[in-house]
């Protein structure tokens, strides 16, 4: 054709500067966004693994309490090792078993 298309393609130029423009700072705040979500889920996963941490560290001072509490009874009344343990001995080492 021997139009002039100069002013199809500014016109294009122009709706496509305005649109993808639009859409860039979408995607940006999309991304922050996404970013942030991100971040947020890191530290909650960090808390829970210090809290988790702190559990097992009190759950095996519990376990060596009750060890030497369970050494003191076998050198007075030595008996069965079995027949000593308490129900609150087996459930920290079961405790401490599940969370390792």
């Known amino acids: 054709s021997l139009r002039d298309e100069k002013p199809t393609f500014e016109m294009a130029e122009r709706y496509s500067r305005l649109h993808l423009y639009e859409e860039w700072q979408q995607e940006k705040y999309n991304a922050s966004m996404r970013v942030k979500k991100h971040w947020e889920e890191v530290l909650r996963k960090q808390a829970l693994a210090k809290k988790l941490r702190s559990e097992i560290a009190d759950l095996e001072r519990s376990k060596q309490d009750k060890d030497r509490e369970l050494e003191r009874a076998?050198?007075?009344?030595?008996?069965?090792?079995?027949?000593?343990?308490s129900s609150g001995h087996s459930a920290c080492a079961e405790l401490i078993s599940r969370l390792r």
């Open 74 to 85: 076998e050198k007075h009344e030595p008996i069965k090792r079995w027949q000593t343990k």
